[in-house]
């Protein structure tokens, strides 16, 4: 971690998280007013000044991380030889706590893919270009994270929940077909996949024939959660109105969001 924080520190702060600011200082203290560290479950960004304080700091804060109805907190600290500091002063801090945001996980970096990133960037939601090829990962929106690496190793590494949709748009059949094997039995809260409903009949066969089923079937998964033909009925081919259409789909059915701090 970088003990300083960037000048655009608010831009793509991880989450969940507690973001932790001095607001006020009496006397000496090793930061002033607007010093800002961002702390996870770990790791952390930014600094406090380092010392005593800031190991108080983060433990307050990694506390709050693990009650899930912890609210906004102004703690004061005094810098004294009980803190193992002796500058004198008191610091008053603001740990504010980061809720995790609704992620969009965009499985292919593609034509379809990277309009769709340009769609939905600067919306609440956190936005994911998966793709093994980083030429297609690069000048991404500002906000939109890459994640240069095997799709199906990123689906098989995550917890996934309701807090999760997943559009799968790869460039390749068979890529397609083992992420949805993956992520239809797990409770995403939103699963799309480019096609045709020919493609859709196709995949659903093979998924038949292929057993490990979840519970239920395959046939009660796709029909329950599966979005395929994904998107809007615009009936284009265009990249660009693809993703619309399918961002659209996906913000009437799944993104319905309050803004967080």
């Keep these: 971690m970088r003990p300083e924080a960037p000048a655009d520190f608010d831009a793509g702060l991880p989450r969940p998280a507690v973001l932790c600011t001095v607001v006020k200082v009496t006397g000496s203290a090793p930061r002033g007013p607007g010093a800002r560290m961002c702390v996870t479950q770990a790791d952390?960004?930014?600094?406090l000044g380092g010392g005593e304080l800031e190991r108080l700091v983060i433990e307050a804060?990694?506390?709050?991380?693990?009650?899930?109805?912890?609210?906004?907190?102004?703690r004061e600290l005094v810098l004294c030889k009980e803190t193992g500091q002796c500058c004198g002063g008191r610091v008053e801090v603001f740990l504010q706590p980061l809720k995790?945001?609704?992620t969009v996980h965009l499985f292919g970096g593609g034509h379809v893919g990277r309009a769709a990133a340009e769609v939905l960037a600067g919306t609440p939601l956190e936005v994911?270009?998966?793709?093994?090829r980083p030429e297609w990962t690069a000048g991404l929106p500002p906000g939109v994270r890459a994640a240069a690496?095997?799709?199906?190793?990123?689906?098989?590494?995550?917890?996934?929940?309701?807090?999760?949709?997943?559009?799968?748009?790869?460039?390749s059949h068979d890529l397609d077909l083992a992420l949805v094997r993956h992520l239809l039995p797990q409770p995403v809260g939103w699963l799309g996949l480019i096609g045709?409903?020919?493609?859709?009949?196709?995949?659903?066969?093979?998924?038949?024939?292929?057993?490990?089923?979840?519970?239920?079937?395959?046939?009660?998964?796709?029909?329950e959660r599966m979005h395929c033909p994904i998107?809007?009925?615009?009936?284009?081919?265009?990249?660009?109105?693809?993703?619309?259409?399918?961002?659209?789909?996906?913000?009437?059915?799944?993104?319905?969001?309050?803004?967080?701090?």
């Design 100 to 102: 995790r945001r609704r």
């Design 196 to 223: 045709s409903e020919h493609k859709a009949k196709v995949f659903q066969a093979r998924l038949l024939g292929g057993g490990g089923a979840p519970e239920g079937g395959w046939e009660e998964a796709w029909g």
């Design 44 to 47: 952390f960004l930014g600094t």
């Design 231 to 261: 998107g809007l009925p615009l009936r284009s081919k265009n990249p660009k109105v693809i993703a619309v259409a399918a961002a659209a789909e996906l913000l009437q059915d799944w993104g319905a969001f309050e803004e967080e701090g």
């Design 149 to 171: 690496v095997d799709p199906l190793e990123y689906a098989r590494s995550r917890s996934w929940g309701p807090l999760d949709a997943v559009c799968i748009w790869t460039f």
């Design 61 to 74: 804060a990694r506390a709050m991380l693990a009650d899930p109805k912890a609210g906004p907190l102004l």
């Design 128 to 132: 994911v270009v998966v793709d093994p």
